[in-house]
C-alpha cells in the first residue's frame, strides 16, 4: 500500500511563498502518479495539480495556473508542490494523493491520499 505523508505548510502572508512536499513510502513511488489537492472551509475539495510517472503534468483547475507548479524527485520518493504569489484564497488544507501510472480526470479516482497540510495565507 502507498502511504503518503504532507508536510511544509504554514502561515504565509499575501504575495508569498511555499513549498509542500508529498513522501511516499511503502510501494514505489515511480509507479505512482501523484496529485495535489485542497480543501477550504466549508467548500468541496478542489484538484490543484498531478505529475505522472513520465513527469507531465496536469492542471486540474484554473485557480492556480500560472502560480503554482508541480515537480517529483523519484530518488528522494518526493513529490513538491510549489506555491508562488499566494493569496488569502489559496488557504486550505493540502492533501496529496496517488494513482497508478497517470493522472485521472478527478480526484474520486484516486486510491491514496495522506491526512493534509494546512496552509494560512493572511497578514
Known amino acids: 500500500q502507498l502511504q503518503l505523508v504532507e508536510s511544509g505548510g504554514g502561515l504565509v502572508q499575501p504575495g508569498g511563498s511555499l513549498t509542500l512536499s508529498c513522501v511516499a513510502s511503502?510501494?514505489?513511488?515511480?509507479?505512482?502518479?501523484i496529485g495535489w489537492f485542497r480543501q477550504a472551509p466549508g467548500k468541496d475539495r478542489e484538484g490543484v495539480l498531478c505529475?505522472?510517472?513520465?513527469?507531465?503534468?496536469?492542471n486540474y483547475g484554473d485557480s492556480a495556473k500560472g502560480r503554482f507548479t508541480i515537480s517529483r524527485d523519484n530518488a528522494k520518493k518526493t513529490v513538491y508542490l510549489h506555491m508562488n504569489r499566494l493569496k488569502p484564497e489559496d488557504t486550505a488544507v493540502y492533501y496529496c494523493?496517488?494513482?497508478?501510472?497517470?493522472?485521472?480526470?478527478?480526484?474520486?479516482?484516486?486510491?491514496?491520499w495522506g491526512q493534509g497540510t494546512q496552509v494560512t495565507v493572511e497578514l
Open positions: 511503502g510501494f514505489t513511488m515511480d509507479y505512482y502518479a
Open positions: 505529475v505522472d510517472i513520465n513527469g507531465g503534468h496536469t
Open positions: 494523493a496517488g494513482r497508478g501510472r497517470f493522472c485521472p480526470s478527478t480526484g474520486a479516482e484516486y486510491d491514496y
